[in-house]
């Protein structure tokens, strides 16, 4: 879906900016006038107006010190001092943010990033993909089941999964549900990781947990490592109090660009504009078009900026969108999302990344082995292949090593549930599994112990890059 964008009267903003409505900078809304991509048919209602008009009163969902935070952290993960971990679900739903699903997913990045800390010797930055991801792209607009055809599921925050009229129908109140579900969401994040849910010892049980499955024994000497690691630190006396707590970035791809314009705030600080749903927000690989609507609006707010870059990019793409989203050449603004798929990541990324290097630019490059690897199964699920996966992985890591380029990051669509979405893993999921264990409303994810076991493979894969 391609259209103008609609305009919108924020004249009636209160001047401070702040908290009580959007940012007034009239540059914020040049993207209305672009073509925009992927956007819901819900523009020019009384209904739209007062749904966008209430988020601009609601306060930030995030703050602007803690985007500040997350833009030096992204820093030094592009010079190869840190390394970004960035997971969750495909497509966040209502009905999902509950207190043991999120306290779930938090746990598996936790445990992740613990493993990927060991391999790499450095800060892992964790980021979940919740609090905000409710919006997806779709290759049609429409779905047609035995004769009829209704508007295509886009996500919670646009309408509902059921195949009736009234769930399909585009509600723009989904917006203002998807923020109060975002802010408890976060509510429960900042709880879990600020609280001593994520202390270190406890988190270090939890994977011994994991290598209790003797489908795993092949990580022994990993696991065998990392826990006499921290034995070694009790015995010395470590401040495991401080290690109680640790950073928690939210992020998601922005996509509704009503949304995320009517939660943009004016910093107090600095008189800059900040996207307060998030983080790190990222531009998919479908609306990326250098004269379109997402790219504009993203180039003009302070959050650190993620792109989808797919195996039609090339090299003057990419120096393309450094210009446009990163002009000032701004350590940790830009990080480039990279998702080729297994067959070609060898292939077409290195002319990219060369293109890149003599450039001068320095971005944050990160793997997302998930979307270039989605085939269907035979009894028609879609699927990924874990094999598929780790291979994209292992020939992204190849690439930035002979370019002498930093491999700063890994983006994954994960869950901590034991569901059953794609085939293999040590402890192998089959395609008999997923008439029970397929949960998904969109794309396929790797489940807790596929997630963990990833960790492990790329943990081997970082102490190489150290070496």
Same mark, same amino acid.
């Given at each position: 879906m391609t259209q103008t964008a609609p305009q919108f009267d924020f004249s009636s903003t209160s001047p401070t900016g702040t908290i009580s409505g959007p940012a007034a900078d009239p540059q914020l809304d040049i993207w209305r006038e672009l073509p925009i991509a992927q956007q819901p048919s819900w523009?020019?209602?009384?209904?739209? /107006?007062?749904?966008?008009?209430?988020?601009?009163?609601?306060?930030?969902?995030?703050?602007?010190? /803690?985007? =500040?935070?997350l833009r030096e952290r992204l820093a030094a993960a592009a010079e190869g001092r840190a390394f970004l971990l960035q997971g969750g679900d495909c497509a966040e739903t209502f009905a999902g943010a509950t207190a043991d699903k999120i306290s779930a997913r938090v746990k598996t990045i936790l445990q992740m990033a613990v493993v990927l800390t060991?391999?790499?010797?450095?800060?892992?930055?964790?980021?979940?993909?919740?609090a905000g991801q409710f919006a997806k792209p779709r290759s049609s607009d429409s779905e047609?089941?035995?004769? &009829?055809?209704?508007? #295509?599921?886009?996500?919670?925050?646009v309408n509902g999964y059921e195949f009736t009229e009234e769930s399909r129908r585009h509600n723009p109140q989904r917006m203002v549900k998807a923020y109060h579900t975002s802010a408890a969401t976060l509510n429960l994040i900042?709880?879990?990781? *600020?609280?001593?849910? #994520? =202390?270190?010892?406890? &988190?270090? *049980?939890?994977? *011994?947990?994991?290598?209790?499955?003797p489908a795993h024994s092949k990580y022994d000497v990993l696991a065998g490592e990392i826990d006499r690691a921290v034995n070694f630190m009790s015995a010395c006396g470590a401040d495991f109090e401080a290690l109680k707590r640790t950073e928690f970035f939210a992020a998601h791809e922005a996509l509704l660009l009503d949304y995320e314009r009517a939660l943009t705030r004016t910093?107090?600080?600095?008189?800059?504009?900040? =996207?307060?749903?998030?983080?790190?927000?990222?531009?998919?690989?479908?609306t990326r078009q250098l004269d379109g609507a997402h790219v504009d609006f993203l180039s003009r707010v302070r959050n650190p900026i993620g792109v989808k870059l797919g195996p039609t990019t090339t090299g003057d793409d990419a120096i393309a969108l450094i210009n446009k989203l990163d002009p000032n050449r701004e350590p940790g603004r830009l990080t480039f999302i990279t998702r080729m798929g297994a067959g070609n990541i060898r292939e077409k990324l290195p002319a990219i990344v060369e293109a890149v290097q003599k450039e001068g630019a320095k971005v944050v490059w990160v793997t997302d082995p998930m979307h270039g690897n989605t085939v269907t199964s035979q009894n028609g699920y879609k699927t990924r292949r874990f094999d598929d996966v780790m291979d994209e992985v292992a020939g992204f890591f190849e690439v930035h090593r002979a370019l002498g380029s930093v491999a700063g990051g890994l983006h994954v669509e994960m869950t901590g549930d034991d569901v059953a979405e794609c085939l293999g893993g040590s402890d192998p999921i089959r395609e008999d599994q997923f008439d029970a264990?397929?949960?998904?409303?969109c794309d396929p994810r790797l489940n807790h112990m596929q997630s963990l076991e990833m960790a492990f493979l790329v943990a081997d894969s970082l102490a190489h890059q150290k070496s």
């Open positions: 523009h020019g209602t009384e209904e739209y /107006e007062q749904a966008v008009a209430e988020l601009g009163t609601l306060p930030p969902l995030v703050f602007a010190g /803690e985007v =500040d935070v060991y391999g790499a010797s450095m800060p892992v930055i964790k980021m979940g993909r919740m047609t089941r035995d004769g &009829v055809t209704l508007p #295509a599921f886009r996500g919670d925050i900042r709880a879990f990781t *600020q609280g001593g849910f #994520a =202390d270190l010892r406890s &988190v270090h *049980q939890w994977n *011994q947990g994991f290598m209790a499955n910093d107090s600080r600095t008189g800059l504009p900040y =996207d307060t749903s998030a983080h790190f927000l990222w531009i998919g690989e479908r264990l397929y949960e998904s409303v």
